[in-house]
């Protein structure tokens, strides 16, 4: 049974940070490109950011490139999302996701596993 569980959100002040972690069970996790996905309230779910399977392809959405860096760690089954310099407009439930590809897709339905979420609440 796959698993992702995602760590690591909470409430922070606009110009704070927080690292966001995404556990995988069940799967070969170094077969998959993993994305984090946000959805705020009474908006879709969106793509922030995906990282290839060896880890040397990254891709942001516009709003958060240079302040989201995104990692993975291969032995530890584990991908991670640094936000820095976080504002309001950044609240929203953050998702992980696996798609098993070669190449980081943006759109959610490429996807076929996801985490529950953990909320990032940033504070004006």
């Known amino acids: 049974q796959v698993q992702l569980v995602e760590s690591g959100g909470g409430l922070v002040q606009a110009g704070g940070s927080l690292k966001l972690s995404c556990a995988a069970s069940?799967?070969?996790?170094?077969?998959?490109?993993m994305a984090w996905f946000r959805q705020a309230p009474g908006h879709t779910r969106e793509f922030v950011s995906g990282?290839?399977?060896?880890?040397?392809?990254?891709h942001y959405t516009d709003s958060v490139k240079g302040r989201f860096t995104v990692s993975r760690d291969n032995a530890k089954n584990t991908a991670y999302l640094q936000m820095n310099s976080l504002k309001p407009e950044d609240t929203a439930v953050y998702y992980c996701?696996?798609?098993?590809?070669?190449?980081?897709?943006?759109?959610?339905?490429?996807?076929?596993?996801w985490g529950q979420g953990t909320q990032v609440t940033v504070s004006s």
């Open positions: 990282i290839s399977w060896s880890g040397g392809s990254t």
């Open positions: 069940g799967l070969t996790f170094s077969r998959y490109a």
């Open positions: 996701a696996a798609d098993r590809s070669f190449s980081i897709a943006t759109v959610r339905e490429e996807y076929d596993y």
